[in-house]
């Protein structure tokens, strides 16, 4: 429109006028119109054959109207020097920027690997867009069956498999698990979150190296004592055993005996590795993970009728009072008379039958008598330091599974029974090890060698237990200090609590020079971090697929109705069954109240249990204040099945699946 000596007015097709530098000027032309002039290049330029151009390309620098009369003619018009331009922008790995409209041949090298790349992209494009296809018709092309836990949960998002589920998926408008699913990717909600879980925690796989339990090289003395354990059928891991001494004199000698693979197994060894990297056994109804390879297991395990090598703690009780008047810590071998199993035995070792009320006709009754009397009042000074009682509302839940020795596939009969939580075995063994697990937290404290501490600051919503590595008060159990010890072959933490353990019980005094860890080790804060995450991993499975199994049982037992109790929310606790899911409609229930759910539907993939409210059986029963704020953290709703695979923009959150776990089991002490 006008020019100034160094800018130019111009005026856009849309009317626009604007100022733009003279330097900025590539091209001027009288005719044809500007808008014109743009759709001929745009029509001209794709027919630039860009090998034939780069060919007559001069080696130097060069502009951009000079290639339009080498390419065409030396008459090119404006039209044609358009168009050379807009190609020569288009194709930057024939041709690199110089400068403005200037430009330079790229090398020979250069263009090959650039042209290479870009049909490498065309047959990616055409691999993703043929395996989307694929996916939308309901069939799984085998490579994306290979990567279905990699897309779904720790995707790399520039991979050909991630990419054709996330296209089919916005094609079909469908979400990806549905989709995967119905394409045949997953053909067993069972092995989809077993093997979801290996591929997030086991990586290398399940199985373990070629490795012999080392001998424990200690002469150790034999107790004067009969030990006897007290675990489930299917425990193979024995850690703990249970002796009494001197009943009738007076003073009464309660040993707690603890497996004791940390007099062979030495910090940094071969087989402190393999247990530092799983950190825990793993749980779940008719199989486990073992944290130690079975042979070395059995070599430490606390058989029946065997010797067993053990860190024994000796606490001495005035029998009548049954005041503590001190301990003991040895390092021994002891006599395991029997290893008793509660779910053989619960129905006759009963509360009558400890107290003598009625005859007891199970071996170690005596002793058993005593160690029943010694946890209630065990449990009641605690219950004095905790401010209130501990209550048992809910039973504990048993899975049986069908699949004898094998490995569970899914498809197995699935059993629950219930125990009742502070039965009188489970009594005893749960206070004889608080007993000992913060009996030995404070010696180590007292000896000044560090140890891996669990504590709570108090009992109030929201408080949680946290590890550390200095004693603490435990709110929870009502101890000055607590420590995990007692579970070595499969728990690291106590394993490592051992170690410290028994360099006290060897070095007394002077422990602290000679303990593996030392105070303010920088190892000990690393276990810490790894169990922890670990631990709330491999819980959050067991509960999980706990969930999957109940609702197999639903299924295979054909319940179509479940009673259940209003908590929150929406959310409701069956009454017979470990469960927790939504209900609609009882929103506005009181917490308590007591309902009737009809089951609509079961998705055994996201674990989601569909229920619409039939009718409340009764009014709401009166929920202690204490006890909301001790299910307050059990109350959330189940969480989602956060997938990581985004078929939105950018800035989408990532897909969800419903439910994952539900929150059927408080975490333990």
């Known amino acids: ?70 390419y065409f003619d030396a008459r090119a018009g404006v039209d044609k020097q358009a168009a050379a331009l807009l190609r020569l922008f288009e194709a930057p790995h024939y ?40 996916l939308a018709a309901g069939q799984c092309p085998p490579a994306v069956r290979e990567q279905l836990y990699r897309i779904l949960f720790k995707p790399d998002k520039n991979s050909a498999e991630y990419k054709a589920v996330v296209e089919a998926a916005r094609h079909t408008q469908r979400s990806p698990l549905d989709l995967l699913q119905t394409a045949g990717a997953i053909d067993s909600p069972y ?132 005041e503590l008047q001190g301990h003991e810590t040895r390092l ?50 605690r219950e004095v330091v905790r401010g209130k009682p501990e209550t048992f509302n809910r039973p504990d839940y048993t899975f049986r599974l069908d699949n004898g020795d094998a490995e569970p596939s899914g498809s197995e009969q699935v059993s629950i029974g219930t125990r009742r939580r502070g039965a009188p075995l489970d009594l005893i063994v749960a206070e004889a090890m608080i007993l000992a697990n913060s009996t030995w937290g404070g010696w180590l404290a007292e000896l000044g060698v560090p140890g891996i501490y669990r504590s709570q600051a108090s009992l109030l919503p929201g408080i949680k237990v946290r590890m550390g590595v200095k004693p603490a008060p435990h709110a929870g159990m009502g101890v000055a200090q607590y420590t995990w010890a007692t579970s070595p072959l499969r728990r690291y933490v106590d394993l490592v609590n051992q170690w ?40 959050d499975f067991q509960h999980g697929i706990e969930r999957f199994w109940t609702l ?51 998705d055994l993939l996201t674990l989601d249990l569909h229920a619409s409210l039939l009718r409340r059986i009764d009014d709401a029963a009166a929920v202690p204040a204490e006890d909301a704020a001790a299910e307050a953290d059990d109350d959330e709703a189940p969480g989602p099945l956060t997938l990581a695979i985004d078929i939105g923009d950018a800035d989408a959150p990532p897909a969800e699946a419903s439910v994952a776990a539900g929150p059927d089991q408080p975490a333990g002490p």
């Not at 006008?2 to 007015?9: I, L, P």
């Not at 602290?512 to 819980?539: E, H, M, Q, R, T």
């Open 552 to 602: 197999r049982w639903i299924e295979q037992n054909g319940v179509q109705e479940v009673e259940a109790a209003v908590m929150k929310d929406g959310l409701v606790r069956a009454e017979t069954l470990p469960l927790v899911f939504r209900v609609p409609g009882t929103e506005g229930l009181p917490r308590g109240s007591r309902v009737v759910a009809r089951v609509t539907g079961i």
């Open 332 to 381: 021994e071998r002891v006599a395991i008379s029997r290893n008793l199993r509660h779910d053989q035995i619960d129905d006759v070792v009963t509360e009558a039958s400890l107290r003598g009320e009625v005859p007891a006709g199970y071996p170690h009754a005596i002793e058993l008598a005593f160690a029943f009397r010694l946890a209630q009042v065990l449990k009641a000074r």
């Open 95 to 134: 041709f690199r920027r110089a400068g403005k409209g200037r430009f330079r041949k790229a090398p020979e090298e250069t263009v090959k690997a650039a042209l290479l790349g870009i049909e490498r992209k065309k047959q990616v494009a055409a691999q993703i867009e043929a395996w989307a296809g694929e």
């Open 191 to 322: 092995q989809f979150h077993w093997r979801r879980f290996l591929f997030e925690q086991f990586t290398q796989g399940t199985g373990f190296p070629a490795l012999a339990a080392p001998e424990i090289r200690d002469e150790l003395p034999l107790a004067a004592v009969q030990a006897f354990s007290i675990d489930d059928s299917a425990t193979t891991e024995i850690d703990d055993a249970l002796s009494v001494q001197g009943l009738g004199s007076g003073t009464v000698t309660f040993g707690v005996h603890i497996a004791a693979p940390g007099l062979a197994i030495t910090p940094d060894s071969v087989l402190d590795k393999v247990a530092r990297q799983r950190l825990s056994t793993v749980y779940m109804p008719g199989w486990k993970l073992t944290m130690l390879p079975d042979d070395v297991v059995q070599a430490y395990t606390l058989t029946e009728g065997r010797d067993c090598p053990a860190v024994s703690i000796y606490l001495r009780f005035d029998e009548s009072t049954l």
């Open 1 to 70: 429109m006008s020019e100034a000596e160094s800018s130019v007015q111009i005026e856009l097709d849309s009317g626009k006028r604007v100022k733009v530098k003279s330097a900025n000027v590539l091209l001027r032309f009288d005719k044809p119109a500007p808008a014109e002039l743009m759709a001929q290049a745009q029509r001209i330029a794709p027919e630039i054959d860009l090998d034939l151009a780069w060919e007559f390309a001069p080696d130097e620098e060069f502009g951009f109207a000079d290639l339009a009369r080498d």
């Open 500 to 539: 410290q353990i028994i360099a006290c019980a060897r070095h007394g005094r002077t422990a602290a020079l000679a303990a593996p860890f030392k105070p303010k080790d920088a190892a000990l804060f690393s276990v810490i971090s790894a169990f922890d995450a670990a631990y709330g991993a491999y819980n």
